[in-house]
């Protein structure tokens, strides 16, 4: 695996609404540095875990290092060509509940209903405004709990079991 850089971008507010990491592969990397810059604007601290260019990488090699930040409490966003490589490699992780969203109704019902704290996008797939709304619901919206919680935990004994 390639030694993956990681930048740590203050918001540009003083106060931040939280953290929010970031990770893709060339596929994704015009809409990484995008959202970064929108969600700077909106008061959060950024943590870039590359890739750093448009050249050919791997994609796995940037699902790591954002899902340790994950679970460590910071939201996360991959990005991909599609999106389905992404969200096969986050899924595997314990703890990780990546959602693949191409419209804010998918990122609504990610959050409220099985409390996704990875989103996941396709460059190749939607549009940068799409995105935008995509992420944006993701992060306004709350998990709903209760008969959607006993769900999750019911995923949570199945990777125990695995």
Same mark, same amino acid.
């Given at each position: 695996?390639?030694?993956t850089?990681?930048?740590?971008?203050?918001?540009?507010?003083?106060?931040?609404?939280?953290?929010?990491? &970031?990770?893709?592969?060339?596929?994704?990397?015009?809409?990484?540095?995008?959202?970064?810059?929108?969600?700077?604007?909106?008061?959060?601290?950024?943590i870039? +875990?590359?890739?750093?260019?448009?050249?050919?990488?791997?994609? %796995?090699?940037?699902?790591?290092?954002v899902?340790?930040?994950v679970?460590?409490?910071?939201k996360?966003?991959?990005? +991909?060509?599609?999106?389905?490589?992404?969200?096969?490699?986050a899924?595997? &992780?314990?703890?990780?509940?990546?959602?693949? +969203?191409?419209?804010?109704l998918?990122?609504?019902?990610?959050?409220?209903?099985?409390?996704?704290n990875?989103?996941?996008?396709?460059?190749?797939?939607?549009g940068?405004?799409?995105?935008?709304?995509?992420?944006?619901?993701?992060?306004?919206? %709350?998990?709903?709990?209760?008969?959607?919680?006993?769900?999750?935990?019911?995923?949570?004994?199945?990777?125990?079991?695995?």
């Amino acid at each position: 695996m390639n030694e993956t850089i990681i930048n740590i971008i203050d918001s540009k507010n003083e106060h931040s609404k939280g953290t929010l990491v &970031f990770g893709t592969d060339h596929g994704g990397f015009e809409y990484k540095e995008f959202l970064k810059e929108v969600v700077r604007d909106w008061g959060y601290t950024v943590i870039d +875990c590359g890739t750093h260019s448009t050249d050919s990488v791997d994609y %796995p090699d940037y699902i790591t290092p954002v899902v340790k930040e994950v679970l460590a409490g910071a939201k996360g966003v991959l990005l +991909c060509g599609s999106g389905i490589g992404m969200s096969i490699g986050a899924n595997r &992780f314990k703890g990780i509940r990546a959602a693949l +969203c191409y419209d804010g109704l998918m990122a609504r019902i990610a959050r409220e209903h099985n409390d996704a704290n990875i989103l996941i996008l396709g460059e190749r797939i939607i549009g940068k405004q799409e995105a935008v709304s995509c992420l944006e619901v993701f992060l306004n919206t %709350p998990f709903q709990e209760g008969r959607h919680l006993r769900r999750i935990e019911k995923l949570d004994e199945i990777e125990d079991y695995l």
